[in-house]
């Protein structure tokens, strides 16, 4: 999805706060997902925010939007070894398309 | 309740052949999808379905074919393999409309030589 953009890499130590960025072109999105991808598997769905939201809070998990940058953040509290993974930023539109970002890979260093 | 199977998990071909990738959801969801998933990529959306007997193009087409007789299943076709179709191939299913959530098989892991 060459519209939306991530960095390819982060890296935190257990116990901080990880913050995964992603970057939109398209204002029409209603709805910016965040999926995980552990190694070997599929995505599964993390937490969303529809576009008229600016923060959704979901246990460890925070979702900033700022619509007028089109930029998407999501904030994890307390990151784990488990929560290494790629996380991929994705948005939705008045279709049933999803179109991702590059995806993040989180690394979590003990 | 399965969820989303993709057959098989791993492939190798030689360049020129062609192959079927399976996929099939028991969610009775009308939204299938292909994407590849190539480094520093993302997911690209390959073909979509919109429900039995609807197919569409996503953002790399080429190369591919699909079809979707039944609501279940949407197998993914490689007509000639080339080696720029290694990758790894993903199908996912949705209730369709918007704020529905995409559920992804494991993953087919492609690689053509």
């Known amino acids: 999805g060459e519209d939306v953009e991530q960095s390819l890499f982060l890296s935190v130590r257990e116990g901080d706060s990880s913050v995964i960025n992603c970057t939109y072109t398209d204002s029409s999105s209603t709805y910016l997902y965040w999926y995980k991808q552990e190694p070997g598997a599929g995505l599964q769905l993390l937490t969303y925010i529809f576009s008229n939201m600016d923060m959704k809070q979901d246990q460890r998990l925070t979702v900033l939007l700022n619509k007028k940058d089109k930029h998407l953040s999501l904030r994890i509290a307390d990151t784990q070894t488990g929560d290494s993974a790629i996380y991929f930023c994705a948005r939705g539109g008045d279709t049933d398309k999803l179109i991702f970002g590059t995806g993040t890979r989180l690394q979590v260093f003990p | 309740n399965a969820g989303v199977t993709q057959t098989p998990k791993f492939q190798v071909l030689k360049t020129g052949q062609s192959m079927t990738l399976q996929c099939a959801q028991d969610?009775?969801?009308?939204?299938m999808s292909w994407y590849r998933q190539d480094p520093g990529m993302g997911l690209r959306l390959i073909h979509y379905?919109?429900?039995?007997?609807?197919?569409d193009q996503g953002e790399v087409p080429n190369g591919y074919n699909v079809s979707r007789s039944t609501t279940e299943d949407f197998p993914l076709r490689l007509l000639s393999a080339a080696p720029s179709q290694t990758s790894v191939y993903f199908c996912?299913?949705?209730?369709?409309?918007?704020?529905?959530?995409?559920?992804f098989g494991q993953g087919t892991r492609l690689t053509v030589v």
């Open positions: 379905s919109v429900g039995a007997g609807i197919t």
């Open positions: 996912a299913s949705s209730r369709g409309g918007m704020n529905t959530e995409a559920f």
């Open positions: 969610m009775n969801h009308e939204y």
